[in-house]
Nanobody, 132 residues
Framework: EVQLQASGGGLVETGGSLRLSCAAS????????IVWFRQAPGKEREAVSC???????????DSVKDRFTISNDNAKNTVNTVHLQMSNLKPEDTAVYYC??????????????????????WGQGTLVTVSS
């Protein structure tokens, strides 16, 4: 069973930085992708960034390009930790951030359109608040 544990949210001023982490376990092979979604109050959940161990693809939403960096740390063999380094944060980045993994019958790639309905494993949300 895939399990995801998100951490790293908090309160930061405009222009500041935060690093979110998603500890992922339970993948049988290197056939996975992790996506960071975010949801602001009154808005739909949107995909922010994605990293695929399967095909090496990476995705960033236009709104976060050049400010956010996604990476994978698998120093612990059974746990992959996906980090989302967020810099130059803006008030519009305020949201609850979730990490998610694809359902087993989906292709784990970041090179195609990303839909929340394709994800069957979710970490608990972590709140990021950027003050103006």
């Amino acid at each position: 069973e895939v399990q995801l544990q998100a951490s790293g949210g908090g309160l930061v001023e405009t222009g500041g930085s935060l690093r979110l982490s998603c500890a992922a376990s339970g993948f049988t092979y290197d056939f996975w992708a992790i996506v960071w979604f975010r949801q602001a109050p009154g808005k739909e959940r949107e995909a922010v960034s994605c990293i695929s161990k399967s095909d090496g693809s990476i995705y960033y939403a236009d709104s976060v390009k050049d400010r956010f960096t996604i990476s994978n740390d698998n120093a612990k063999n059974t746990v992959n930790t996906v980090h989302l380094q967020m810099s130059n944060l803006k008030p519009e980045d305020t949201a609850v951030y979730y990490c998610a993994a694809y359902k087993p019958d989906r292709v784990p790639t970041c090179a195609a359109s990303i839909y929340a309905s394709d994800f069957g494993f979710w970490g608990q949300g972590t709140l990021v608040t950027v003050s103006s």
